[in-house]
């Protein structure tokens, strides 16, 4: 298998998953364009499968290439069709358009397919590269006036589109396709229909791999727009699996570059090509785990400072199940960097440590004066500051729940690597403390 074909292949898995996804994704006012848009990249990857298919054949495997060769071109024939469909469906006049182009494909199919010799007079397989000797005449340049055709009639429709959209977001998902579609078009029709008709055949996986990456490359738009909107789990991993083999294809060009550079090799083998793949595919799919150690490898060795975006995402997790309080106070003490932190709720103390605390000094600490309204640290007495004292303790605050309501108290040791706190450590404590405290939720899910 050549790179060209894993290429073909793996793009065309993302030109389908990003044209499922935009179709779930969409509302129901754009899911007539966006079924469309689904079609067409359907019909992308069966235009990228065939060729890939049709340019590995062996010698040998003269009974397939027909069949093959005929994908090829109905299956561009009707993703034109599809794309039109997309970029005009919303108009009258569109809809005509789109009907009309769809007529003409299966008329010149049917034609095509009871006598191919108008389009191909045959083909040749060999180790130099397959070929198909297409028929100069008129069937042949009637498919190219139809892909320009539909290329133009899309390219003025997704025009009009975007001058017509108030929303920016939308206007720049659109200038993003036509960007892409002009691009596209202007390769195919090099690649795809004047050099296989004159020069050579070899180059027609231009077209197919250009348009997928216009596809991926709009769903990418869409995305970053915001223009649907992604909240289901599955389609979330589905997104994801999107961004791993855009990943996996662009270390693919990378890798090739590189190879046929350092080496002087035009084509590395099937078995070099297929590790390489396999290889940064698990490396991708490792990329969640990786990324999260690393985030908790730096927020530990960070004693200067909180990550406090690191904090907020683990308690925001941790709010999805049940709560071991001591596993809290744990990941807060390392992650925040304090000595110690805990939390006295219901007379009973939840430590990240061993605190040899009296249930007395416990009771003294929970009987501390309540703190004004909004602010969550409290005022000891000399009393109770002494306790705190003998105790390595700095601080305590109030947990309150969503009515405002205390219902327990957090106590912090030393800040590590300080002396004493700094104005940054109570404000960026106050603002956990608060998530905290709404993580807790007063008793529900509080485990000893």
Same mark, same amino acid.
């Given at each position: 298998?050549?790179?060209?074909?894993?290429?073909?292949?793996?793009?065309?898995?993302?030109?389908?998953?990003?044209?499922?996804?935009?179709?779930?994704?969409?509302?129901?006012?754009?899911?007539?364009?966006?079924?469309?848009?689904?079609?067409?990249?359907?019909?992308?990857?069966?235009?990228?499968?065939?060729?890939?298919?049709?340019?590995?054949?062996?010698?040998?495997?003269?009974?397939?290439?027909?069949?093959?060769?005929?994908?090829?071109?109905?299956?561009?024939?009707?993703?034109?069709?599809?794309?039109?469909?997309?970029?005009?469906?919303?108009?009258?006049?569109?809809?005509?358009?789109?009907?009309?182009?769809? =007529?003409? /494909?299966?008329?010149?199919?049917?034609?095509? *397919?009871?006598?191919?010799? &108008?389009?191909? %007079?045959? !083909?040749?397989?060999?180790?130099?590269?397959?070929?198909?000797?297409?028929?100069?005449?008129?069937?042949?340049?009637?498919?190219?006036?139809?892909?320009?055709?539909?290329?133009?009639?899309?390219?003025?429709?997704?025009?009009?589109?975007?001058?017509?959209?108030?929303?920016?977001?939308?206007?720049?998902?659109?200038?993003?396709?036509?960007?892409?579609?002009?691009?596209?078009?202007?390769?195919?029709?090099?690649s795809d229909l004047v050099l296989p008709l004159?020069?050579?055949?070899?180059?027609?996986?231009?077209?197919?791999?250009?348009?997928?990456?216009?596809?991926?490359?709009?769903?990418?738009?869409?995305l970053r727009f915001r223009i649907i909107s992604?909240?289901?789990?599955?389609?979330?991993?589905?997104?994801?699996?999107? =961004?791993? /083999?855009?990943?996996?294809?662009?270390?693919? *060009?990378?890798?090739?570059? &590189?190879?046929? %550079?350092? !080496?002087?090799?035009?084509?590395?083998?099937?078995?070099?090509?297929?590790?390489?793949?396999?290889?940064?595919?698990?490396?991708?799919?490792?990329?969640?785990?990786?990324?999260?150690?690393?985030?908790?490898?730096?927020?530990?060795?960070?004693?200067?400072?909180?990550?406090?975006?690191?904090?907020?995402?683990?308690?925001?997790?941790?709010?999805?199940?049940?709560?071991?309080?001591?596993?809290?106070?744990?990941?807060?003490?390392?992650?925040?960097?304090?000595?110690?932190?805990?939390?006295?709720?219901?007379?009973?103390?939840?430590?990240?440590?061993?605190?040899?605390?009296?249930?007395?000094?416990?009771?003294?600490?929970?009987?501390?004066?309540?703190?004004?309204?909004?602010?969550?640290?409290?005022?000891?007495?000399?009393?109770?500051?002494?306790?705190?004292?003998?105790?390595? *303790?700095?601080?305590?605050?109030?947990?309150?729940?969503?009515?405002?309501?205390?219902?327990?108290?957090?106590?912090?040791?030393?800040?590590?690597?300080?002396?004493?706190?700094?104005?940054?450590?109570?404000?960026?404590?106050?603002?956990?403390?608060?998530?905290?405290?709404?993580?807790?939720?007063?008793?529900?899910?509080?485990?000893?």
């Amino acid at each position: 298998m050549s790179l060209t074909s894993i290429l073909l292949f793996a793009t065309s898995v993302l030109a389908v998953l990003s044209g499922f996804s935009v179709f779930v994704g969409a509302s129901k006012v754009d899911r007539a364009r966006m079924t469309w848009f689904f079609a067409a990249a359907i019909m992308a990857a069966l235009w990228s499968v065939a060729i890939a298919l049709f340019l590995a054949l062996p010698a040998g495997s003269e009974a397939s290439a027909p069949a093959l060769i005929m994908m090829i071109y109905i299956a561009s024939a009707v993703m034109m069709v599809a794309l039109l469909g997309f970029a005009g469906w919303e108009h009258w006049y569109g809809k005509v358009l789109t009907v009309c182009a769809a =007529l003409a /494909v299966v008329i010149m199919s049917t034609i095509v *397919l009871n006598n191919t010799s &108008i389009l191909f %007079a045959g !083909f040749t397989l060999s180790n130099q590269g397959n070929t198909v000797q297409l028929v100069n005449g008129v069937v042949y340049w009637l498919y190219m006036f139809f892909f320009v055709l539909n290329s133009c009639l899309a390219w003025f429709f997704i025009l009009q589109h975007s001058r017509r959209t108030r929303m920016k977001r939308v206007r720049q998902g659109d200038y993003v396709l036509l960007v892409g579609l002009v691009i596209t078009g202007a390769l195919s029709m090099i690649s795809d229909l004047v050099l296989p008709l004159f020069v050579r055949y070899d180059l027609i996986w231009i077209g197919p791999l250009a348009l997928s990456a216009t596809l991926v490359a709009f769903y990418y738009a869409i995305l970053r727009f915001r223009i649907i909107s992604i909240s289901s789990t599955w389609l979330k991993t589905l997104s994801y699996i999107v =961004l791993l /083999v855009s990943g996996a294809v662009i270390y693919m *060009l990378i890798f090739y570059l &590189i190879f046929t %550079a350092l !080496f002087k090799i035009p084509n590395p083998s099937t078995s070099i090509l297929v590790l390489n793949f396999l290889m940064i595919v698990i490396v991708l799919l490792l990329m969640p785990l990786i990324n999260e150690v690393n985030a908790s490898m730096r927020s530990m060795i960070s004693v200067g400072q909180v990550d406090i975006a690191y904090v907020i995402k683990k308690l925001n997790h941790v709010a999805t199940r049940n709560i071991d309080l001591r596993e809290l106070a744990s990941f807060l003490a390392v992650h925040l960097h304090f000595a110690y932190i805990g939390f006295i709720i219901n007379g009973k103390l939840y430590g990240s440590k061993s605190l040899a605390m009296s249930a007395e000094e416990i009771l003294q600490i929970t009987r501390m004066k309540p703190t004004a309204r909004g602010e969550v640290w409290q005022e000891p007495n000399k009393g109770v500051q002494k306790t705190l004292n003998d105790l390595d *303790l700095k601080a305590v605050a109030e947990l309150r729940n969503a009515k405002g309501k205390a219902f327990g108290q957090i106590v912090v040791g030393k800040p590590l690597g300080k002396s004493s706190f700094e104005r940054r450590d109570l404000i960026q404590l106050e603002m956990i403390i608060n998530l905290v405290a709404t993580v807790i939720d007063s008793e529900k899910h509080i485990r000893a």
